[in-house]
């Protein structure tokens, strides 16, 4: 699969909540694009990842 134009091994079956827990992204600031779709927060523990998926992970950063 392909994050942020980076080619990522997909090691075996996961969901995009579980990417992103694993990679210690926090899912409540993090905005993902998937093959050209925003993916809706409330659907990433549903949303199984493909070796074809191309993503795009965009993190918030708060400051002022």
């Given at each position: ?9 997909l ?19 993090v ?16 949303t ?17």
């Amino acid at each position: 699969m392909k994050v942020n134009g980076e080619q990522v091994p997909l090691t075996g079956p996961m969901s995009l909540a579980d990417y992103l827990a694993g990679r210690g992204m926090d899912a409540a600031r993090v905005a993902v694009e998937r093959n050209g779709e925003i993916v809706p927060r409330a659907a990433f523990a549903d949303t199984q990842l493909d070796d074809a998926d191309v993503l795009e992970v965009v993190s918030f950063v708060g400051g002022g």
